[in-house]
């Protein structure tokens, strides 16, 4: 079992780093970690056994995991021939999406995945960055700003309600984003800016603010 009083090492594919990005209830660890040709890959680590598994990527550079669901979805980014920066999904069972359509976007990343199978990130233009939604084997949603140019989503939970920060126009802002309320400045604690990361089951919002 895990010791909570002292870290584990978690080990690389070869190279001379890694970062572990998220967890899940039963040990299973997803980040990215280096390989002696100095890529990054992402990969699920196994706490149980010690393992590590190498996920590949979309067919060209690097990558990396940055969120796993407690049913083994994994959200990340990856280099494909084309682009160095291509959101990817992929099931437990190994399957590994693109998730961006090439016509719209010119590049983007998966920073949070959902046991509902939906994940959420941002996608960029030649100009902007726009916090996005997709669901499971679905097309991109792109999400509305709070009125300035860009804004990222960085948490997604089971009821499809996402959370991130985003451009005012004069600050960065904290949003919550639902489909049924649209999105929502979530303020600050009476500073300037403020940023949302994460959101549980229940729809609690955890992120920083500056104060006044």
């Known amino acids: 079992s895990l010791s909570l009083s002292k870290p584990q090492l978690l080990g690389t594919l070869g190279g001379a780093g890694s970062d572990a990005e998220g967890i899940t209830d039963h040990g299973k660890i997803v980040g990215s970690a280096q390989l002696k040709n100095g890529h990054y890959h992402p990969v699920i680590w196994t706490i149980r056994d010690g393992s590590i598994q190498d996920l590949g990527t979309l067919g060209d550079g690097g990558g990396a995991g940055f969120a796993i669901s407690q049913n083994g979805f994994v959200a990340g980014v990856s ?7 291509e959101p990817f999904w992929r099931s437990p069972s190994g399957l590994m999406i693109d998730l961006l359509p ?30 996005a939604f997709w669901r499971a084997f679905s097309s991109v949603k792109q999400l509305p700003t709070l009125g300035g140019a860009n804004g990222i989503a960085t948490g997604i939970n089971v009821k499809n309600q996402v959370v991130g920060y985003s451009d005012t126009g004069s600050a960065t802002h904290a949003f919550l984003w639902t489909y ?15 940023k949302a990361f994460a959101i549980s089951r229940e729809g609690r919002v955890v992120g920083s603010s500056e104060l006044p």
Do not use: E
């Not at 280099?79 to 920066?85: I, L, Q, R």
């Not at 049924?180 to 403020?194: A, H, P, Q």
């Open 79 to 85: 280099g494909t021939v084309a682009h160095p920066d």
């Open 180 to 194: 049924t309320g649209g999105v929502t400045d979530l303020g600050t604690l009476g500073g300037t800016n403020s």
């Open 102 to 131: 090439h016509h719209i976007y010119v590049g983007g990343t998966a920073a949070a995945a959902s046991a509902a199978q939906n994940v959420a990130g941002w996608v960029n233009t030649a100009n902007n960055t726009y916090p």
